[in-house]
């Protein structure tokens, strides 16, 4: 009787073993990268594939400008509204001056407008300063609107003693007073997203990235603290109360909307654009939209990396209620994103209003056609 018992027993376990074999591996472990299923999710959907108003994109990189047929940038342009690309690549001096005559060549000058740039890395020659200044009173008197700072001079660019230069180098001074002088606003990108700074763990939100990207990651000494990359910029700003800067990508404080009102609210010559931070705004819908509306006039439309296929993405967060659609790269944003639905009010702010203020030479009816 034992021995039929435990011979029957042992058929169940081996049958039971032998199917949970056969209906697939216990073991369902996945690549965190891999997982990643259709939502079941049914919601009403709105996509949107142009902006309501005509808008500026205030940060865009064309590096080609001097030599590129237009006509196929402009006809992108207009399908998604976009009334004016501001092209922050504009190099200075005579680069500039033939992207300028070929936008004007082909008649494009009220719709393609350029920004300049400055080389940092001779600053301790002695006669820098002086030939800074006249490079940008010469860009600006041939077409320049602005000046781009890229994030390449505030963390990797260095000085004749193998130093890195700070934005808010003393020499620098002398640029951001200029721009002031010459009614023109600095576009500056200073460091990159905090988590870049962090451990390279489970608890690094921006793991995915750094390992598809390692060379994103940083550390304390290269080049240096977050902190201190992000308190230069903001030391310079706090300086030069005369001169408008944009803070590119938010300031990266689009994650901690409550800190980037704190810094508005004690420079009140800041501006921010939100390139390639869409994702932070679009999870925190409530809260993005109550931080867009009280600060609606500071705010500006910004995409950086020109691809015409992700624009659809910002309009929909901007302009749509949806709820829960993705971002377009889930390296940046795994997760999912939900519509602000802004009033018409904050819209027309943000896509030219706002551009139209701070940027000289703006064709306005460009925006009332």
Known sequence: MFKTCFSFTLFILTFAFGRAQSDGPLDIRMDFESYDPPSTLVVPENPVSAARYPFVDVHSHHWNMAKMDLAPLIREMDSMNMAININLSGRGGQALLDMME???QQGYEDRLLLFTNIEIRSIDESDWVENTLKQLEFDVANGARGLKIYKSQGMFHRDSQDQRIPLNHPKLDAVWHKCGELGIPVLIHAADPKPFWQPLDSLNERWLELKLRPGRKRNDQDPAPWETIISEQHDIMRRHQGTTFINAHFGWFANDLGRLGTLLDEMPNMMVEFGAVIAELGRQPRFA???????????????????????????????????????????????????????????????????????????QSLFTR
């Open 289 to 363: 939209r109550a931080f867009f509306e009280k600060y609606q006039d500071r705010i500006l439309f910004g995409k950086d990396a020109y691809n015409p296929d992700e624009f659809p993405t910002y309009f929909r967060v901007l302009e749509s209620a949806d709820e829960y659609f993705p971002y377009y790269k889930r390296y940046h944003a795994f997760w999912k994103m939900y519509g602000l639905d802004l009033p018409d009010s904050v819209l027309r702010k943000i896509y030219f209003e706002n551009a139209a203020r701070i940027i000289p030479g703006i064709d």
């Open 102 to 104: 070929n936008i004007r």
